[in-house]
């Protein structure tokens, strides 16, 4: 039995009619788990403690499919469960070869295209009797809120040195090999409150403070590798008072990490500086959000999807990224993880996210020669 477009089709429908929010992935992760127990595979299926960590409702899904033949390393595979919001009421249109939303909630094929890839995955396994390895799934949550899942994940369960996350768009061939490190910055601007009109010349103005420093600092496209933004800025009560605070919310990224620590300083020495010079004081926090990684054509990984890919007549093409995912999580732990398609496209947009259905059904046939070469 090939790649079943109806069955794929009918999973995707079903789970994406079910609401997933970052920390609320119960009800998705059951339905998964009961698509998977029945299949016909020797499988294991076990949550990890990942939600009690950020208090989520549900931890990782951790699925073991025992090998067939003996002697063939485990692979690794993962897609997320959680979707970003509005995701209440999702009302999946299908037009020719897409699937679409309504326009009124997102369509959430972020992730659940992975998801789904890897569901059909493995039915194809199992019909097809195909000899394969041990499989090790991750279905992680929370990973739109800060990769919370993968970076609470039991990495004492995960025995595979390899793997694939399925998040991303096609096509099928571009395969992503680099992902930067972001840091994140938040920084709170402290001036003195005063009556604006009374006495102002007893105030120091926190929001001219801010931005001062603001203003002055290199933000956007820095280089080729490294970006930089402030995103949120909230301060001020009333237009009468000189506004004592300032909350500053920024990050950088890049595929250096010296760049990156570089960006990061400057932005912080100007609101130090800045809001010294006016008589306030910034207290700033930055913490690191995920960090970079780089696979080679020469990693495992790499060499198995050429084949794949090549299988299929196709050559890949290998890309970077400016964004950051589970992958960079399960690199940081060791295990040496591309980003590859799941036909997801344009996520995290009522009007423009889609499912590509051809891509979705090739990134399957793709898993299944994937794993065929390994047992080979
Ligand atoms: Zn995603």
Redesign the pocket.
């Known amino acids: 039995m090939p790649v079943n477009r109806e069955r794929f089709l009918n999973d995707f429908l079903e789970l994406v009619r079910i609401p997933s929010p970052s920390g609320k992935e119960g009800k998705v992760a059951q339905a998964v788990k009961a698509k998977i127990e029945v299949i016909g595979l020797t499988v294991e299926v076990e949550e990890d403690d990942a939600g009690k960590a950020f208090g989520g409702e549900q931890g990782n899904l951790i699925v073991k499919v025992q090998g067939n033949v003996n002697g063939v390393e485990p692979l690794f595979f993962n897609?997320?469960l959680d979707?970003v919001v509005p995701c209440e009421n999702v009302n999946p249109i299908i037009e020719d070869d897409k699937v679409r939303s309504d326009g009124k909630t997102i369509l959430g094929a972020?992730?659940k295209a992975?998801v789904c890839v890897l569901l059909e995955f493995l039915r194809v396994l199992k019909e097809d009797g195909i000899k394969h390895g041990p499989i090790e799934i991750v279905f992680t949550v929370a990973?739109?809120v800060g990769l919370l899942g993968a970076k609470n994940l039991d990495y004492s369960r995960i025995n595979s040195k390899f793997g694939f996350v399925l998040?991303?768009g096609p096509p099928i061939n571009k395969v992503i090999v680099q992902a930067p490190s972001q840091k994140n910055l938040r920084a709170v601007v402290k001036g003195k409150a005063a009556h604006a009109g009374v006495s102002p010349e007893r105030g120091i103005n926190a929001i001219q403070l801010a931005a001062r420093a603001i203003a002055a600092m290199r933000l956007g496209r820095i280089d080729q590798e490294t970006t930089a933004n402030i995103g949120i800025i909230r301060g001020g009560l009333a237009t009468n008072i000189v506004p004592e605070e300032v909350q500053i919310w920024g990050e950088a990224r890049s595929h250096d990490l010296k760049k990156l620590e570089a960006q990061i300083a400057h932005m912080v020495s100007l609101l130090e500086t800045e809001a010294q010079k006016g008589g306030g004081k910034a207290e700033v926090e930055v913490t690191e959000s995920y960090r970079s990684f780089k696979i080679t054509e020469d990693d495992p990984p790499s060499q198995l999807i050429k084949s794949a890919l090549a299988k299929m007549g196709l050559e890949p093409q290998w890309e970077i990224t400016g964004g950051g995912?589970?992958a960079n999580i399960f690199n940081e732990h060791g295990i040496k993880c591309l980003l590859i398609c799941c036909g997801?496209e344009s996520?995290h947009s009522p009007e423009n996210e889609r499912l590509d259905i051809p891509s979705a059904l090739q990134s399957v046939d793709l898993l299944v020669k994937i794993i065929a070469s390994v047992s080979q």
């Open positions: 897609a997320h979707t972020d992730n992975g990973e739109e998040d991303s995912s589970d997801e996520p």
